[in-house]
């Protein structure tokens, strides 16, 4: 698996940003997938997943600001980031989960994520 983000960048308070991740290795179409964000101090928490079936998770944080997709034409996953807060400061990792079905998203162990992209929310 190979999972690769772009869209790094700085913004103000109130801005937008969107992040992408070209994946390979998995069958894209059909495989749940997410983003995990690193803020500084914290440990790594999922922000948002996508089921292959359509659902998508939101952590209570960003809910109402991001929006996950995927491009499967293009094995791409994005997440469209608006309202940025100074608290969404952090690394995104695209991620792949371990699926359990006992289980919400938020506590999906990561199988597989990229490198990470810098996210700064600053004025």
């Known amino acids: 698996v190979r999972l690769v983000e772009s869209g790094e960048g700085l913004v103000q308070p109130g801005g937008s940003l969107r992040l992408s991740c070209a994946a390979s290795?998995?069958?894209?179409?059909?495989?749940?997938m997410g983003w995990a964000r690193q803020r500084p101090g914290k440990g790594l928490e999922w922000v948002s997943g996508?089921?292959?079936?359509?659902?998508?998770y939101y952590d209570e944080s960003v809910k109402g600001r991001f929006t996950i997709s995927r491009d499967n034409a293009k094995n791409t996953l994005f997440l469209q980031m608006t309202d940025l807060k100074h608290e969404d400061t952090g690394v995104y990792h695209c991620?792949?989960?371990?699926?359990?079905?006992?289980?919400?998203?938020?506590?999906?162990?990561?199988?597989?994520r990229g490198q990470g992209t810098q996210v700064s929310v600053s004025s």
């Open positions: 991620a792949t989960p371990f699926l359990e079905s006992d289980l919400i998203w938020a506590l999906f162990l990561i199988r597989s």
């Open positions: 290795g998995i069958p894209f179409s059909s495989s749940a």
């Open positions: 996508l089921f292959g079936d359509g659902r998508t």
